[in-house]
């Protein structure tokens, strides 16, 4: 079984965000979600590494 992460994200928030988009959140969509949030955080930090930073900038965000 893989590692639980520990969650990143504002549950309340993002419930009201979808919420906002006449969606229903799943049980399971906010761990789903702070999966993906991690897998970015864990690519930024590679690509300012990759370019000789320590500091993550908002483009190290960016895929395009």
């Known amino acids: 079984m893989a590692k639980k992460m520990e969650m990143v994200l ?3 928030k993002v419930k009201a965000l979808i ?8 049980g399971d969509a906010l761990e789903g979600l ?3 949030v991690h897998w970015y955080v864990q690519q ?7 370019n000789g ?3 993550v900038r908002s483009h190290d965000f960016c895929t395009g």
């Open 10 to 12: 504002v549950a309340s």
């Open 19 to 26: 919420k906002a988009g006449k969606c229903n959140t799943s």
């Open 34 to 36: 702070n999966g993906v």
């Open 44 to 50: 930024a930090c590679k690509r300012a590494a990759a």
């Open 53 to 55: 930073r320590k500091t």
